[in-house]
């Protein structure tokens, strides 16, 4: 029995023990922790792998970057880390930077787990090859950023083994009260649903400045501004309020129709920072959708979905409630309907979202120790790809309907040789 099996096997024992104190389970259950790696040491991989390392069995072992200050500052924090939490440093054998760092972390042996946060456009050829090692997987979204990478992703999924359990980071269907409102949704609150409105306005990115650094270095460290690396707003950012939209509804968009543009960032890259999309669903529902990109005076996101008998109101920050003949409220919200939230980059929002990562990591952490693998692959691409398809419309200036998307096929080119910074 290898220490995966023994993971499996004792799936009730460790299961028990998610719910635990950190520094109680790892006190006596020090063998049965996920030994985990991070593949991307920048501000949302340092976030998640945190968050497994806190409210997890899960214990930071290895970790990969492109970049060797980027491995080092990862490093710091995660000895400092494993410290607090009476764990050992992180071996430096197991650390390593380049092109080649996510090959070399799949095939490092005594290692349970791979978390991938790296810039969007490679996450399908690291889901690849952590894949292939047969090591769970726990993949931020988006799941490509182009259609080609979208189909791979679909072939990918059916390499998964039996037992392997693979997370797309979609952390907002576990946020609590999100979950608690889905339940209510998907009991009927609010009879037929024929409409949803749906926004993220958030800050404009920061720029991320390295003195000395080449025009492809720039590109990959501000990675947020660049179409390719990241699939543009719509399909990096505000594909967590569309992701929450298809789960509501349980669908997926026909077609769209969009407009947007890049009205006031004037600064590097091609990305847009706006956009305005008409999603139409099956039974004629409509999502309309709003985002900007700019600025730094609020951050708003969420959705208001309206049906017959009631309508919901699913902010980030606010109260989260039904209203209509099944009224409910979430009685934790922390803000009023007024306030704006605090936006995060890494993610790690509060109010609504205030859990949402630790429930997400436990629930990722439960599939693995009980057997329960999860697949989320087909998922995470079917949500990609709505956003792709308002993308398409946005930049076609029409509507483009999931047909027109799929026969599309467009592909995104990296445009740069990554040898460069082996
Ligand atoms: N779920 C969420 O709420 C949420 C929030 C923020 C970011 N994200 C996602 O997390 C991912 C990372 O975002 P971030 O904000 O941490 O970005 P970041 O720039 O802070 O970190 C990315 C890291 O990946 C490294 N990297 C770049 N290319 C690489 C490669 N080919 N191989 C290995 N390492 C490489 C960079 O050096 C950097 O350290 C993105 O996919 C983003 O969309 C998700």
Redesign the pocket.
Known sequence: MNRRDFLRTTAGVTAGLLFLRPERVFGYEANSAIRMAL???????TSVATSFSRNTTAQVVAL????PD?LAAGRAHFDELNASLHRAAIDSKLLFHG?D??KQLADVQGVDMIQI????F??VE?LEAAVASGKHVYC???VGIDVAQARKALEIAKRVKPGQSVDV?F?CRCAPPIAAIQQKIKGGALGKIGLISGYYYAPASKE?VREGVGKDEYR??N?LWDRAL?GDILV?QNI?IIDLCNWLLGARPLKATATGGRSILTHAGDCWDNYQVEFTYPGGVHLSFASTQFGDYMFEAGLRMFGEAGSANVPYTGPIKIMGGQAWAWQDSLATGTDTGKFA???DFNDNLAFADRDKDRTFIDSIVSGHAHNQIADGVETALSCMLGRMAGYQKREVTWEELLAHGETYKLGMD?KQFA
Do not use: I, V, Y
């Open positions: 593949l991307g040491c920048g501000g949302r991989g990969a970057d492109m970049f980027k092109p760092a996510f946060s790296t810039p969007p490679f996450h690291h931020e979204k988006p980071g952390q991320k990959l460290r990675w990241s990096e967590h980059a890494n993610g990554l």
